[in-house]
T-cell receptor, first 111, second 120 residues
Framework: KQEVTQIPAALSVPEGENLVLNCSFT??????LQWFRQDPGKGLTSLLL?????REQTSGRLNASLDKSSGRSTLYIAASQPGDSATYLC??????????FGEGTQLTVNP | GAVVSQHPSWVICKSGTSVKIECRSL??????MFWYRQFPKQSLMLMAT?????????EQGVEKDKFLINHASLTLSTLTVTSAHPEDSSFYIC????????????????FGPGTRLLVL
């Protein structure tokens, strides 16, 4: 059974800092890995999707990497802003498009 | 971009009643939709996979007679929580994959905004 772990559970940084969120998974037989953002009481917004054959994806200030063999992914956020404050979820896709989610990292960026 | 809506966004009901939650893909067709449940301070847990025109596939531990899923069209799936109890209070989120001309378009699942259920 796939298990996804995210570290840290919570993170508070001053505005402008670069930061890294970590995600690890136990079964390397995945189709892809996605990073999502969830604002309080809201649904999910997809940030980046990395196919199993890819090493990284970039979108604006966000960069996600994937090391499938070691079961790890990182989400790098450059020059953090207060608007980045949210919970960031990592999810891996297995057979049948079933997503297994981590418990998330709650990020607070202080002005 | 692809949009998924859910209705209602909030529902409060008495214990023992049934609640229906709708999930719609607004600008694309979805032969497959997914239903997730999220308890406070926890992550999303997949409950079931909803397939248009066929029976849903439930995850281990999810009671299919309690959580009825109907995927009647390519743009609508419904989740009915039957005889709801306080322990069913949770945030229910659906997602859908884009389907065009018989092929799945991309791998991204598009998520709805969620429905918060409170059972008194």
């Amino acid at each position: 059974k796939q298990e996804v772990t995210q570290i840290p559970a919570a993170l508070s940084v001053p505005e402008g800092e670069n930061l890294v969120l970590n995600c690890s998974f136990t079964d390397s037989a995945i189709y892809n890995l996605q990073w999502f953002r969830q604002d309080p009481g809201k649904g999910l917004t997809s940030l980046l999707l990395i196919q199993s054959s890819q090493r990284e994806q970039t979108s604006g200030r966000l960069n996600a990497s994937l090391d499938k063999s070691s079961g790890r992914s990182t989400l790098y956020i450059a020059a953090s802003q207060p608007g980045d404050s949210a919970t960031y979820l990592c999810a891996v896709a297995g057979g049948g498009s079933r997503l297994t989610f981590g418990e998330g990292t709650q990020l607070t960026v202080n002005p | 971009g692809a949009v998924v809506s859910q209705h209602p966004s909030w529902v409060i009901c008495k214990s023992g009643t049934s609640v229906k939650i709708e999930c719609r893909s607004l600008d694309f067709q979805a032969t497959t939709m997914f239903w997730y449940r999220q308890f406070p301070k926890q992550s999303l847990m997949l409950m079931a996979t909803s397939n248009e025109g066929s029976k849903a596939t439930y995850e281990q531990g999810v009671e299919k007679d309690k959580f009825l899923i109907n995927h009647a069209s390519l743009t609508l799936s419904t989740l009915t929580v039957t005889s709801a109890h306080p322990e069913d209070s949770s945030f229910y989120i659906c997602s859908a994959r884009d389907w065009l001309a018989g092929e799945i378009v991309g791998e991204t699942q598009y998520f709805g905004p969620g429905t918060r259920l409170l059972v008194l």
